[in-house]
Antibody
Framework: QVQLQQWGAGLLKPSETLSLTCAVY????????WSWLRQPPGKGLEWIGE???????NYNPSLKSRVTISLDTSKNQFSLKLSSVTAADTAVYYC??????WGQGTLVTVSS | DIVMTQTPLSSPVTLGQPASISCRSS???????????LSWLQQRPGQPPRLLIY???TRFSGVPDRFSGSGAGTDFTLKISRVEAEDVGVYYC?????????FGQGTKVEIK
């Protein structure tokens, strides 16, 4: 049974870089896209981007200039970096395998 | 970006009665490979989203058969045949035909 466990800093100051990592347990890394999404408090879902097992990425154009998604197949982990954060980036961030298996979510708050 | 519009945004339902949510996309969701990548997700309070249905009408593993999806092109529907207490939450439609992946605003299902 596939499980995703994510972690990272929950409180950032404006202009800092958000960094989150997601570990995949119980499943293969190949043949899937590994996604990051976010949900501002009380609001809907936003797709940030995805990466496949060979490292090919797709990003949301609204965030593309600030986003990097990478993977470490030796550790079955993939990561999200979002640079130059502002208060508008405050959200619960989720990692997911496609859209079928999700991490527990990490609340990231950006505040001075 | 493809805009996904859900109606209604709130649906008070009596236990045991049916519920229906509509989702309309701003463009056809038929992919060049012939598939239509329209999914429905459920988000219970305080939890990550859960995939219910993908490719319009295919129930994901473990999803009760009281959930069904239908539609084509730009118009889609999620139906719950008999609402149970555990169905309370927000339901999202989502398209994965084009980048960026986009979601509807969400429909809140609550018990009357």
């Amino acid at each position: 049974q596939v499980q995703l466990q994510q972690w990272g800093a929950g409180l950032l100051k404006p202009s800092e870089t958000l960094s989150l990592t997601c570990a995949v347990y119980g499943g293969s890394f190949t043949n899937y896209y590994w996604s990051w999404l976010r949900q501002p408090p009380g609001k809907g879902l936003e797709w940030i981007g995805e990466i496949n097992h060979s490292g090919s990425t797709n990003y949301n154009p609204s965030l593309k200039s600030r986003v990097t998604i990478s993977l470490d197949t030796s550790k079955n982990q993939f990561s999200l970096k979002l640079s130059s954060v502002t208060a508008a980036d405050t959200a619960v961030y989720y990692c997911a395998r496609g859209f079928s298996h999700w991490g527990q979510g990490t609340l990231v708050t950006v505040s001075s | 970006d493809i805009v996904m519009t859900q109606t209604p945004l709130s649906s008070p339902v009596t236990l045991g009665q049916p519920a229906s949510i509509s989702c309309r996309s701003s463009e056809s969701l038929v992919h060049s490979d012939g598939n239509t990548y329209l999914s429905w997700l459920q988000q219970r309070p305080g939890q990550p989203p859960r995939l219910l249905i993908y490719k319009i009408s295919t129930r994901f593993s473990g999803v009760p058969d009281r959930f069904s999806g239908s539609g084509a092109g730009t118009d889609f529907t999620l139906k719950i045949s008999r609402v149970e207490a555990e169905d309370v939450g927000v339901y999202y439609c989502m398209q994965a035909t084009q980048f960026p992946r986009t979601f509807g605003q969400g429909t809140k299902v609550e018990i009357k």
